[in-house]
């Protein structure tokens, strides 16, 4: 019945949709920083954290690496 379902498969692309999710999130995260932009609502005293966006960024690419190394190693 699971193989039916496929669940292996989806579990290796959800893997790399959480992982392009991350890099790509706090890539623009990082981005908007750079140029000095502020997301609406947030207060004056919180802070960019650079090296927080940047192991974040890593952290997905390494996640969606490995979930396409499950659907390719198939």
Known sequence: MLDFIGVD???AELTV???????IGNGLA???ASRGERPEGV??????????ALFLMAAGA???TWGLASIFSR
């Open 9 to 11: 498969t989806l579990l």
């Open 30 to 32: 990082f981005y908007k």
């Open 62 to 64: 390494l996640i969606a």
């Open 43 to 52: 207060e004056e005293s919180a802070e960019f954290r650079p090296q927080r």
């Open 17 to 23: 949709a959480l992982g392009l999710a991350v890099l």
